[in-house]
């Protein structure tokens, strides 16, 4: 019994001395992978944070407009929305997305604090934008119901400050979860790998119910809610072409709450899907602990928070395609012609369609 004993605290000492003596590696994934990953995620920064700018600028400069498509309380509301969207993307590229590439290309933010800071970033302005469209697609589902119930500019204000605080406050649990994670890698050397520990039960806890309150239940009641809405538009388009023989003013106004709504679904399809993909692989990961080594592990990742962050160069894509005056905007801030006279034309910069 004591020999067994002895031979066993013998192998604990060996093996700990085994580890001790192993090299630490920083991600030991190849330079050529990581600067494929650092290129993309550069790309999408500086495309998003540019595209995003000038929606933002784009928006801003309406409001010294005092038209009647202006004053509507959906146009009001829906240039908040596209101001608060654009606000969350400029800040995570300016931001997360520069943090992410220092992380993949240099040993600085892989342990302790340091890597808090970095995986707190990365995950709030998703977070942010995620509350921001609960918002929007809650007030554009009420307002489709047989019996409208529109949110007045006021209270759309108040609820997306709201979102933004929430956001803010809901990823202080799995921030409190990340921490510089040792992978061993063979027999003489070693990375740290800045995740969630989930060495601890509470760390899973705290993470299972983040994921399960920032994502999965919003992805599931926003995907309800547009797909309600879409739905209801589309049941809507001969009443508009009704109407739009009658009243040409309000038929302006409602080709451009139509269009408007439109481009909203389109925008929340555009960030749930991409932003579904990190958080599931990592579900995965934890639940059916698979087999894959560490090179597939860190691509898989990095391309997911890359597709997740082109969210806002398809979001620029969108503003670009659907918002004609934003286009003829551009046009006049790049190549200095443009009537200006039609600087906003009937809909509000939402592309009105050809009722003829």
Partial sequence: MEDSQMLSNQSALFNSTEMKRRVYLFTPAG????????????????????????????????KKTKSFMQTAPFVRNFNFYIKNLALSDILSNIISVPLICIQIMFDVFQHSWTCIIV?????????????????ISLERYLATRAVPRSFSVSTVRKLIFTAWLIGSIFILGPTATFNGVRYDLNDTHYTVVCKYDNSYFTSKIIVLCYSILQ?????????????????????????????QHTNAIRANLIAA?????????????????????????AAYIALAKPSIDFQTDFMTRYLSAALLYSNSTINFIIYLVQMKDFRAFLKKLFCGNGNTMNANPPGDGIQLPNNR
Avoid at 32 to 61: E, R
């Fill in 257 to 281: 709450k139509l269009r408007g709504t439109y481009i909203l679904i389109v925008l929340t399809f555009a960030f749930i899907i991409p932003y579904s993909v990190l958080p599931y692989y």
């Fill in 119 to 135: 995986r707190s970033l990365t995950i709030l302005f998703p977070s942010i934008t995620m509350n921001n469209l609960m918002v």
């Fill in 215 to 243: 994502h999965v239940i919003p992805g599931v009641i926003l995907s309800y809610l547009n797909i309600a809405v879409a739905k209801t538009l589309w049941t809507r388009q001969k009443r508009r072409i009704t109407v």
């Fill in 31 to 62: 330079f050529t992978t990581k600067l494929v990953l650092f290129s993309l995620l550069a790309t999408i920064g500086i495309v998003g944070l540019l595209g995003n700018m000038l929606i933002y600028y784009f928006i801003s400069t309406k």
